[in-house]
């Protein structure tokens, strides 16, 4: 039978009802585990697995395509070049043709069994995503560590900045929703960081009709957590980006707060060198200027365009265009302010302006000319 005849003569119960996605990053030791748990906890549904991983470098797409055959259920997309459990979970929701789409940690933590429940709910009350919870009836943490479950807590208390309803678990990354939902909000995702589920509810323009269904996490047995300080700046990103992103990109506040430390630390250096080496004020200026200059180039590097991180002969390339690009941004910033001020404006008026002027154009060369967002965003 040709492959053609063959899809013809699919019986549409074949169509399955649900799409599986698990995000994944270096989970070889848990991708069989997790399918052979679906098959026991998932029963009377028709499911796909789709398994979003980002190039790991312990082999998980492949070791996940090896095992195709003895799990016909499961699909792998291999992003290269591309990170993150946000935009990993929404294009594997996107891949899916299933009308219901179930997002679940690839790591055994999030409870399978519940998931016909969960599903159960969702058309039951006709919701738009039924989440997993880990703070409701029959929900606990686990064995969470103090640090952890304080982070977590933080989180929690911070998400009512950009959802105000009373969901128990907004940070959780297990839940189920309809295709239907998904598309409504799809397009007014931020897609950073971790917090998928967050992103969802806040991105929705009407009050979003959900459910929860409490579940233990479980431990860890192979692997380990990914989650780390740049994910907790993500996570900030995200609030930003939903509370301001329409009119501020969070990564022009992001190279503001480092112009902001930067500005402190040169205060204070010029202060140092000046009083206490007693060097003249254009030789302290110059020095605290480019021991600056570079201290904000490794912050930026670093955080605000770390998806375009520069390394190698790259990091120091960069970095001669940084200085290049940061003392016109300066010169135009004294230009405008000496104008100004003998025009008749205010002192602070006069150097605000020069200031904001400054940075725009500082932050508009940094993007395009030193970490390159369009030209390397169009490669990818
Ligand atoms: N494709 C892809 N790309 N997958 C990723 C990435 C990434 O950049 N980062 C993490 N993952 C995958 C991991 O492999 C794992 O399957 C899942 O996403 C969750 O990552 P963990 O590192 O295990 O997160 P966690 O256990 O600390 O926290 C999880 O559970 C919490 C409770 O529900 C996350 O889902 C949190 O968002 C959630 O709050
Ligand atoms: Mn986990």
């Not at 390159?372 to 490669?379: A, D």
Request: charged share 20%.
């Amino acid at each position: 039978m040709s492959l053609a005849s063959h899809v013809q003569a699919t019986p549409r119960e074949m169509t399955p009802e649900l799409g599986v996605i698990l995000p994944a990053f270096n989970e070889r030791g848990n991708v069989e585990p997790v399918l052979e748990a679906l098959r026991a906890g998932v029963k009377g549904i028709l499911y796909e697995v789709i398994l979003v991983d980002d190039d790991s470098e312990d082999g998980t797409a492949d070791h996940a395509r090896s095992l195709a055959a003895r799990f016909p259920e499961l699909r792998v997309i291999q992003r290269i070049n591309r990170y993150g459990l946000s935009s990993a979970s929404i294009e594997g929701m996107m891949a899916s043709h299933a009308p219901y789409l179930a997002v679940m940690d690839c790591d055994l933590q999030h409870d399978e069994r519940i998931l016909p429940a969960m599903l159960e709910r969702l058309k039951a009350e006709h919701l738009d995503i039924v989440i997993g919870t880990r703070h409701a009836e029959g929900g606990s943490t686990g064995n969470f560590s103090v640090s952890r479950r304080a982070i977590s807590d933080t989180g929690r208390f911070l998400s009512r900045a950009i959802y105000s309803e009373h969901v128990s678990d907004p940070m959780s990354g297990f839940f189920i929703l309809e295709r239907r939902f998904l598309l409504e909000v799809v397009r007014s995702l931020s897609g950073t960081g971790y917090k998928i589920l967050l992103d969802l509810l806040a991105s929705s323009k009407r009050p979003v009709r959900f459910g929860e269904v409490g579940y233990t996490f479980r431990n860890r047995r192979h692997g380990s957590s990914k989650l780390d300080l740049l994910v907790s700046l993500e996570y900030l990103e995200l609030l930003l980006d939903k509370m301001l992103g329409s009119f501020l990109p969070p990564r022009f506040v992001l190279f503001c707060l480092v112009g902001f430390v930067g500005l402190l630390l040169n205060l204070s250096l010029f202060e140092f060198l000046s009083r206490a080496l007693n060097l003249s004020l254009t030789a302290a200026l110059a020095v605290s200027s480019v021991a600056v200059m570079t201290a904000n180039y490794w912050m930026n590097n670093q955080f605000t365009f770390r998806k375009f991180r520069l390394r190698g002969r790259g990091f120091w390339k960069g970095l001669g265009v940084f200085y290049l690009a940061c003392s016109i941004g300066l010169f135009a910033n004294l230009q405008l302010a000496n104008s100004m001020r003998q025009s008749g404006f205010k002192q602070a008026v006069a150097v605000l302006s020069g200031v904001a002027v400054g940075s725009l154009w500082n932050y508009f060369m940094s993007s395009m000319l030193v970490w390159q967002i369009q030209r390397r965003r169009r490669r990818l």
